[in-house]
């Protein structure tokens, strides 16, 4: 790997965490004095992705604007690194008219068809789109691939064991890519999951399946390297697990009583890791670490202003954009 790719990979984790801790601010600012899940800038449920973006960016280093992620309820990572339009993407976690879906989808709901990302707040509802988009690419010959990404709890969902079969079976350009970060929601993976590793299940549909023990990315950036170019060579699926840490709470207002380990987080945390690495390997220094986060914060920034000056939507406009029969709401 040449060191400007090091440093493209180490700068989209730096954004990823500036903008996670930044709605991490906002979500947060105007829910006080008590914790008012409803109130706010940016009411509802809030699922921030810091610690797995060594997830995000390893993979999506690989992909092209044409190639498709349906990504997951804890979207954002995947989101910025498959270069989703952060303006109108932060006016959509907003719920404002310029967001992605006017302002009706929210945070678990960023669709950008100009990047072809998707996700959704249904824990592995993106696998059998994913699955469907891949049919397309293949039948144009187009070498496109799409990323289904899931949780490993959801992992356990009889959509995932479909989409693996049927994926294997038409030798579709999927790649399946597993976040394990330990916990669905606060069960712990022992309780939820037979397998130590998601790569046995690859074994099972007779796909590739790797699993990245040490959330680095670097690693993921090369098991990603070779199952996409696998896929986009009509080679067919394959599967990548990366054991992933989530830095925060399932949604934010978890008081996570249940996770004892959280004390060891800081010691774990992937980019001062990886920051030292690239330090050591003299590819970076404090001149770079300053410019990459200056630079995040300005995007981060504008992103936030330009989702505050959108307006809210009206209310008169709650029922455009829904999809109704129309025998439906009459009485005869
Ligand atoms: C079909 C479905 N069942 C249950 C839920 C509720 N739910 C939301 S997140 C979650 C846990 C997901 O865990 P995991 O897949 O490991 O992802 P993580 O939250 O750890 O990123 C559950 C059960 C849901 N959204 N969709």
């Known amino acids: 790997m040449d060191n400007t790719t090091r440093l493209d990979l180490y700068r989209t984790m730096v954004l990823i965490r500036t903008y996670e801790d930044a709605i991490l601010r906002e979500y947060h600012a105007d829910k006080k004095p008590g914790f008012d899940i409803g109130a706010g800038n940016i009411p509802g449920e809030m699922h921030l992705a810091a ?101 490993e709890g959801a992992a356990n969902q009889g959509a995932f064991h479909e989409s693996l079969n049927l994926a294997a079976v038409w030798k579709l350009p999927v790649i399946f890519v597993v976040e394990d970060n330990d916990w669905g929601i606060s069960v712990p993976r022992s309780a939820s999951t037979s397998v130590k590793s998601n790569a046995t299940r690859a074994d099972a549909y007779e796909m590739p399946g790797e699993r990245v023990e040490d959330n680095a990315v670097e690693d993921v950036y090369s098991a990603a390297e070779r199952a996409i170019s696998r896929a986009r060579q009509g080679g067919g699926p394959s599967l990548i697990e990366v054991h992933t840490l989530r830095l925060y709470g399932h949604f934010e207002g978890d008081a996570q009583g249940y996770r004892p380990e959280l004390q060891s987080v800081p010691g774990h945390d992937p980019i001062p890791t990886y920051e030292d690495r690239l330090r050591t390997a003299g590819i970076l220094d404090d001149t770079v670490v300053r410019s990459a986060r200056a630079e995040a914060e300005r995007i981060v920034e504008d992103a936030i202003s330009f989702a505050k000056e959108s307006a809210e939507p009206s209310p008169t406009t709650c029922l455009d954009y829904v999809f109704a029969a129309p025998s439906m709401g009459r009485s005869n």
Request: charge should be positive; aromatic fraction near 4%; proline fraction near 5%.
């Open 51 to 151: 610690g797995q973006e060594p997830v995000a960016a390893g993979v999506c280093a690989h992909l092209r604007t044409d190639d498709a992620v349906t990504a997951t309820h804890r979207p954002h990572h995947f989101a910025i690194a498959k270069h989703v339009d952060l303006n109108k993407m932060t006016a959509e976690i907003f719920g404002r008219v310029d967001g992605l879906g006017r302002g009706r989808g929210g945070h678990m709901h960023l669709f950008d068809p100009a990047v072809h990302f998707s996700c959704s707040g249904i824990i592995a509802e993106g696998l059998p789109p994913a699955l469907g988009m891949a049919l397309a690419f293949k039948r144009q010959g187009s070498g496109r691939v799409a990323v289904a990404v899931t949780g």
